[in-house]
């Protein structure tokens, strides 16, 4: 709209300029080279800009012509240009759609038409990994490397195939110079804090770590560090106890229900009599996740205390959790400690019905102590042998006895309390099968006549070592659970159950039986 009116506004203002000029008409003369122009004022002003416009068309095909080499090599390299990119984009596609012979020839062709693209590199790279050759795609990543604008996607490329070829340490080189050049970059980070784990350098984790913090959530962030902290703690534990106990003190402060740095406080926080920030750091920590580690830091919280006062430290931590197996099991264990039998057996009631490991081998603990019945022994170590599992640290299908900060497959905090079958998500119940008793049988006698003795040395050798063999061997135990088997399924006690062979009757045979029904 504002347009608009502009233009009317100039348009009004040319009439009336037009029109002031014909109300005042003039006469201009010009004498040069002895001519003579008379001619009124319009008209003089008419030819004036003719002939500036004249002038200015002359000097735009002047100019048009002194530029026209360059115009000429622009459009040429703008038509190069434009073909490489659409060969770029067909190799890109045929990559994407996994045609690999479009996509070499598509790289071949962006690489004559477009040698120095960024985009060219990468199509040559992403064509010779899929072809298989490895050099080539590691020579266009290393290419890409050098440039600005593409170092860090050659660093991951370059990152990527010397970890196709078990180079760890071109792997590593690649993911710290991309970790330096960009700290933000999460997989530079993450490889390189895998790195320092794997060759336990917590120092160098920590500050990777650091580095890569921008990345990371905040909470993701505490966690790492507290596991990182605790890892620290325990290299230093023999080497430097202070700065152990303000490493580990740090850990908890960071994640309170990491159990093996709560643990780890306790029992340093206890050698330092401090007993009541000890107290408050395993409480709090049992509260999270009861645990068996816990438990013990707790009930040697105080030093040179009897083993009724652990018993009654353990029943108060045990109340902070109510109905949990990790509390019943340390308060039967200190009650076992302590000589109290009843209040072991009373803690243990709610699990006896269905016993986990744990459970049997501290009942024939129980039992041992408290009667030395060692048939009752025997009974729930058999139990224990058939029970339930109890949660392990375990890690990528890996048990480990004790808390490691990476797991097998260098996973920073892989270890977790669970059973070891939890990540498959199977849970049935234990069945206890019993033997059934075995029904008498009614020997069968069947008379054979005696046969003449041998002499007892003229017996084959062969023979004795037979009789030997078949005397020593057992008899076979008879299965807990029967097996069962599919009408269609053999089994492998098929060779024992022969396929019936028919009968075949005799004419001797006949005779008898007919003569036996007038007996």
């Known amino acids: 709209m504002i347009r608009v009116v502009v233009f009317l506004v100039a348009v009004a203002v040319?009439?009336?300029?037009?029109?002031?000029?014909?109300?005042?008409?003039?006469?201009?003369?010009?004498?040069?080279?002895?001519?003579?122009?008379?001619?009124?004022?319009?008209?003089?002003?008419?030819?004036?800009?003719?002939?500036v416009l004249l002038l200015m068309l002359l000097l735009s095909l002047l100019r048009a012509l002194v530029r026209s080499p360059q115009q000429v090599s622009l459009f040429f390299r703008h038509r190069r240009a434009m073909r490489g990119y659409l060969a770029i984009s067909r190799g890109l596609i045929a990559i994407g759609?996994?045609?690999?012979?479009?996509?070499?020839?598509?790289?071949?062709?962006?690489?004559?038409?477009?040698?120095?693209?960024?985009?060219?590199?990468?199509?040559?790279?992403?064509?010779?990994?899929?072809?298989?050759?490895?050099?080539?795609?590691?020579?266009?990543?290393?290419?890409?490397?050098?440039?600005?604008?593409?170092?860090?996607?050659?660093?991951?490329?370059?990152?990527?195939?010397?970890?196709?070829?078990?180079?760890?340490?071109?792997?590593?080189?690649?993911?710290?110079?991309?970790?330096?050049?960009?700290?933000?970059?999460?997989?530079?980070?993450?490889?390189?804090?895998?790195?320092?784990?794997?060759?336990?350098?917590?120092?160098?984790?920590?500050?990777a770590l650091d580095r890569m913090k921008p990345a990371l959530d905040a909470a993701d962030h505490r966690r790492k560090r507290a596991v990182l902290l605790t890892a620290r703690a325990q290299a230093l534990e023999e080497l430097d106890r202070d700065e152990a106990r303000r490493l580990i003190l740090e850990a908890v402060k960071l994640a309170p229900d990491l159990t093996p740095a709560a643990a780890m406080a306790g029992r340093r926080l206890a050698e330092a009599n401090e007993q009541r920030k000890a107290r408050r750091i395993l409480e709090a920590a049992w509260k999270a996740n009861p645990h068996p580690d816990i438990a013990e830091a707790y009930a040697n919280v105080r030093l040179g205390d009897s083993a009724r006062d652990r018993l009654g430290r353990m029943q108060k931590l045990a109340d902070m959790v109510p109905g949990q197996l990790e509390g019943a099991l340390a308060v039967a264990r200190a009650a076992l400690d302590a000589r109290e039998f009843a209040a072991a057996r009373t803690a243990l009631a709610p699990y006896m019905s269905a016993p986990t490991r744990r459970v049997a081998m501290l009942m024939a603990d129980i039992e041992e102590s408290e009667h030395g019945d060692e048939g009752r022994v025997r009974e729930w170590m058999a139990r224990a042998m058939r029970a339930a599992g109890d949660p392990v640290w375990t890690a990528d299908g890996v048990v480990s006895d004790r808390w490691l900060p990476v797991s097998p497959n260098g996973r920073l905090d892989g270890y977790q309390w669970r059973l070891p079958l939890a990540e498959i998500g199977v849970s049935r119940p234990v069945i206890e099968v019993a033997p059934a008793p075995r029904e008498p049988v009614a020997p069968v006698v069947i008379p054979v006549e005696p046969a003449p003795a041998e002499p007892q040395a003229e017996e084959m050798p062969e023979r004795k070592a037979a009789k030997r063999k078949a005397a020593a061997k057992p008899a076979p135990a008879e299965p807990v659970i029967p097996l069962v088997h599919a009408p269609d399924d053999p089994g492998p006690d098929s060779a024992l159950d022969p396929e019936p062979v028919p009968e075949t009757t005799s004419s001797g045979d006949a005779w008898s039986r007919i003569r036996q029904l007038f007996r």
Not at 151 to 157: E, I
């Open 14 to 51: 040319a009439a009336l300029g037009f029109a002031w000029l014909a109300d005042r008409p003039g006469e201009v003369m010009i004498t040069w080279l002895g001519y003579r122009i008379d001619t009124s004022v319009m008209m003089a002003g008419l030819g004036l800009l003719l002939l």
């Open 97 to 207: 759609a996994g045609d690999l012979k479009l996509a070499r020839r598509a790289a071949d062709e962006a690489g004559r038409l477009s040698p120095g693209d960024s985009l060219t590199l990468l199509l040559t790279a992403q064509s010779a990994q899929m072809a298989g050759d490895r050099a080539a795609a590691e020579h266009a990543f290393r290419a890409m490397s050098r440039r600005e604008d593409t170092k860090l996607l050659g660093l991951r490329g370059l990152y990527v195939e010397a970890q196709r070829r078990n180079d760890a340490f071109a792997a590593r080189r690649a993911a710290e110079e991309a970790a330096n050049a960009a700290p933000t970059l999460a997989w530079a980070g993450q490889a390189v804090l895998d790195y320092r784990c794997a060759s336990s350098d917590w120092a160098g984790a920590l500050d």
